[in-house]
């Protein structure tokens, strides 16, 4: 399993990339691998503010649907529409154009609760 | 429950990193590589599912025939040798004990198989039955079971047999050798495609799923889990029992009328069945096509207007149609095909229509 380093981690299973004040958030490979095959994605609207382990979209693969949870919280800048005539990309490249959205997000604090790439290894166990 | 079985598979799904999970107590494969492509490889060449978890019991004796036409719903005495029936067991107000295949060698010797899940409720429910001059033998633990198929199935196992598989018809079997084991060779399947089902003793498993893979490298063969065993079946709108068919349902709501003999022997259940039959059905099951990508699941509610008129049993997206469909129980006056009715998915209604099975173009025969 590959877990970038540039990249930070939550317990639920997303990758957040920070740039600025801008985050941007995926899911991991641990995470499409759990899920399977994702066949769509329900994305939040551009300009919604979406908080800290609150769901802002849902994530519905063959065999199971799930809530996708918010590392952080903020505004959504931008929404990843690929996905939606591609959901597959989540399994296929979940790191770069699997990413899900973009976020500015409000409160710089909630940063130390991500993990690190080698944090989060030991995380999952893989 | 707390003991995991393992099939004499197991070790194979590990090497090939198979996702695993605890299916009816068994540690089974889910998937490979993912349930689409599995799904696809299966529609458009070859797959192979272990399905060494389904259950088998074997009945002997001179009253075996009169036995199980009084255990199951068809009818028995229609069977000839060498040829497998599609049936269930039902209890006495007409809920299903289990669905099976039973597979008649003699008029003396039979095979029963059953779902994995249910093994141990449906032996003693058929222990319970037990009438004198018939022998009751659960050799679930003793045989593995591999099922090949796509339409390459028949060629792949054809380079591994001297048995003509060809004139092997849909639903009949032969005892013979394959890949130089002793086996059952079965033209069954749960898939919709041309396939077959190899039960053999599980000490030459290891061979068996070798010569097979080797046999099936030009027809780019592979392996394929339960998750895409499910949407094979869902396409085909074959039910799956826990979830289309339990307890709580009968077979003539299921759809199931055209294994339940009313008219011949005497059955457990068949009261019950008689009086569904002679009374207006309440509800139906039904397949359907859902708008969109959402998923309907086991469960969700199904819709006209504001009444409430279903529920859904199985759904998924159609791998083959990239469409979502589902299976369920939809109310008198609402079933026709080309209905239109709404599934609830977590809080919001999304638009189906009732469709004639199979959704694919598909067909074992």
């Known amino acids: ?126 | 429950m707390n003991q995991e079985k393992k099939t004499p598979f197991y070790d194979k799904h590990l090497k090939l990193d198979a996702k695993i999970v605890n299916f009816a107590g068994f540690l089974m494969p889910i998937s490979y590589e993912g349930i689409n492509a599995e799904h696809l490889q299966v529609r458009k060449s070859v797959g192979v599912f272990d399905v060494s978890h389904m259950g088998e019991f074997n009945v002997e004796g001179e009253n075996a025939l009169e036995y199980l036409q009084k255990l199951t719903i068809n009818d028995v005495s229609a069977l000839i040798n060498d040829q497998v029936q599609y049936t269930a067991m039902c209890y006495d107000n007409g809920g299903i004990v289990d669905d099976l295949l039973l597979y008649r060698f003699n008029e003396n010797k039979f095979l029963m198989v059953v779902n994995g899940s249910n093994i141990e409720k449906d032996f003693q429910w058929a222990k319970d039955h037990l009438i004198k001059g018939v022998e009751l033998k659960n050799d679930s633990d003793q045989i593995g079971l591999l099922a090949i198929q796509g339409p390459n199935s028949l060629k792949t196992l054809q380079k591994l047999t001297n048995v003509n598989l060809s004139d092997i018809d849909f639903y009949h079997f032969t005892e013979g050798k394959l890949a130089g084991i002793d086996m059952i060779i079965s033209r069954t399947g749960y898939t919709g495609e041309l396939g077959f089902e190899l039960y053999h003793d599980i000490s030459f498993s290891e061979k068996l799923w070798n010569d097979i893979f080797e046999a099936g490298e030009e027809y780019d063969i592979k392996p394929v889990g339960l998750g895409s065993r499910d949407t094979l079946r869902m396409e085909m709108k074959y039910c799956l029992y826990g979830n289309d068919i339990d307890k709580t349902t009968n077979p003539i709501e299921a759809g199931l009328s055209w294994i339940t003999k009313l008219n011949c022997g005497d059955f457990v259940g068949k009261d019950a069945l008689l009086k569904v039959k002679k009374e207006k059905l309440n509800r139906r099951l039904v397949i359907f096509k859902v708008e969109g990508r959402r998923i309907a699941r086991h469960g969700y509610k199904i819709f006209v207007g504001d009444e409430e008129v279903g529920v859904v049993t199985s759904g998924t997206q159609s791998p083959s149609l990239k469409e979502g469909i589902g299976i369920g129980y939809v109310k008198r006056g609402h079933t026709k095909s080309g209905n239109e009715i709404e599934i609830d998915i977590r809080g919001k209604r999304y638009k189906a229509i009732i469709v004639k099975p199979p959704v694919v173009d598909s067909s074992p025969f």
């Open chain 1, 1 to 126: 399993m590959n877990y970038p380093d540039n990249l930070k981690y939550s317990e639920d299973h997303e990758w957040i990339k920070i740039d600025g004040n801008i985050a941007t958030i995926g899911i991991t490979e641990f995470a499409q691998g759990e899920l399977g095959d994702v066949v769509f994605i329900e994305l939040p609207e551009v300009d919604d503010e979406i908080n800290e382990n609150e769901p802002f979209g849902t994530i519905e693969a063959v065999k199971t649907v799930s809530d996708m949870l918010s590392p952080l919280s903020g505004k959504v800048m931008e929404v990843n529409e690929s996905l939606n005539d591609k959901p597959e990309t989540i399994n296929s490249d979940p790191y770069e154009k699997g990413w899900i959205i973009k976020i500015e997000f409000s409160d710089k604090s909630e940063l130390k609760n991500l993990m690190d790439s080698k944090s989060y290894k030991e995380f999952v166990g893989k």
